[in-house]
Every structure is written in structure tokens, then in C-alpha cells.
T-cell receptor
């Protein structure tokens, strides 16, 4: 079946540190992959996406590359800010599953000054 | 602002009350979702509507009753809820074609007392 596995949190980093949040997936064929971010008290917002192998999604300094060979979509940022403190969700959607989205459990990130 | 609006933002209700959550989108999307987000649990898909027909119903108790009167509006009718139903209820919508992302509302924080 389809599933998404994210690294467990919480993650605490100092400002300007490098961030990696691991995400791997299980799916047949070529799903679309997404990273969503949820700030306290808010809904989920799309951070970036990639729809085919080797695509790189990027936004607000965050990047993730769709790696078919390792079934991964790791989120990275070179220098985090306090304002990046949030919960990050990896997700996939597959043509075979139609409207179904599969979300990871979320990784909480806290950035300290 | 994602274009998906949920009301109310906060709701406190007794176990014998009947209330409804509302979700509205004017993005021209044809698929709408209800998710439940509880503390320390994965995001839980409750219902999916595509072209105003329910296409997913993930073993949700009958005390939750969805309604999709048109492609722009989605309701979640609540009655005789339990304290464990307290959670953040998220609505999302999507253009159900291609590799498109879901757009989330800000959620309704529900507390059952």
C-alpha cells in the first residue's frame, strides 16, 4: 500500500543551523510528493512539492528532491530562523489513489535564538 | 490565506449538543476533505467528497455526519459527541485532476465537555 514515514521529533536547533527532516515513502509507480508546514494554531500550508523523479521543490529557502531510487523526499534548509518553528508534514498523492493523500506523522521543529 | 475558510475557529459544546462546522472554498476545486487532528496522533482522514459525492468514509462514527450541498461548501454535523472527539478539525479542498496539492483551512478547534 501507500505510506509515508517521517523522522520522529521533536527537533531543536539553534538559529542559522542546518536542517534536515527525513521522509521516505512507499508507493507503486510515481506519486506526487509534498511538504506541508503547520504553524501554531493554524491549518496546514503547502511548503513545496515535486511531481516526478529528480524534481526539486523549493520555497522560502527550503528544498527537497524527489529521489525515486531511495524513495525519499528529505526536507533541507541551510540556515533556519526562529520563524521556521512549526510542525512539518511529508505527504504523497498518487494517481491510483485518486483524491487520497497520505501524510506522515509530522515533525515538530523548534528554533532557538 | 489559502482560500479555504472554516467557521467557527473555536467551538465548545456539551455532549448532548448538536452543532455544525462549515467549510467554504471559491477556488473552483471539485474535491473536499475533512481531517481530524488530535494531539500526538497522525492526521486522520474522515471524509472525501469528489464532485459533491462522498467517495471516502474512513470508519468514522455516525455521530459525525458530513454534507456537501455544492462544490463550494462542506459541512460536518456533530451530535452526541464524546470528550475524545475534542480535536482540531481541518477542511481541505483540491482540484481533483493531475498532481495538485490540497489547500487547507485554518481549522476548527473543538472541545467537547
Amino acid at each position: 500500500g501507500n505510506s509515508v514515514t517521517q523522522m520522529e521529533g521533536p527537533v531543536t536547533l539553534s538559529e542559522e543551523a542546518f536542517l534536515t527532516i527525513n521522509c521516505t515513502y512507499t508507493a507503486t509507480g510515481y506519486p506526487s510528493l509534498f511538504w506541508y508546514v503547520q504553524y501554531p494554531g493554524e491549518g496546514l500550508q503547502l511548503l513545496l512539492k515535486a511531481t516526478k523523479a529528480d524534481d526539486k521543490g523549493s520555497n522560502k529557502g527550503f528544498e527537497a528532491t524527489y529521489r525515486k531510487e531511495t524513495t525519499s523526499f528529505h526536507l533541507e534548509k541551510g540556515s533556519v530562523q526562529v520563524s521556521d518553528s512549526a510542525v512539518y508534514f511529508c505527504a504523497l498523492n498518487h494517481a491510483y489513489t485518486g483524491n487520497q493523500f497520505y501524510f506522515g506523522t509530522g515533525t515538530s521543529l523548534t528554533v532557538i535564538p | 490565506e489559502t482560500g479555504v475558510t472554516q467557521t467557527p475557529r473555536h467551538l465548545v459544546m456539551g455532549m448532548t449538543n448538536k452543532k455544525s462546522l462549515k467549510c467554504e472554498q471559491h477556488l473552483g476545486h471539485n474535491a473536499m476533505y475533512w481531517y481530524k487532528q488530535s494531539a500526538k496522533k497522525p492526521l486522520e482522514l474522515m471524509f472525501v467528497y469528489s464532485l459533491e459525492e462522498r467517495v471516502e468514509n474512513n470508519s468514522v462514527p455516525s455521530r459525525f455526519s458530513p454534507e456537501c450541498p455544492n462544490s463550494s461548501h462542506l459541512f460536518l454535523h456533530l451530535h452526541t459527541l464524546q470528550p475524545e472527539d475534542s480535536a482540531l478539525y481541518l477542511c481541505a479542498s483540491r482540484d481533483g485532476t493531475g498532481h495538485t496539492e490540497a489547500f487547507f483551512g485554518q481549522g476548527t478547534r473543538l472541545t467537547v465537555v
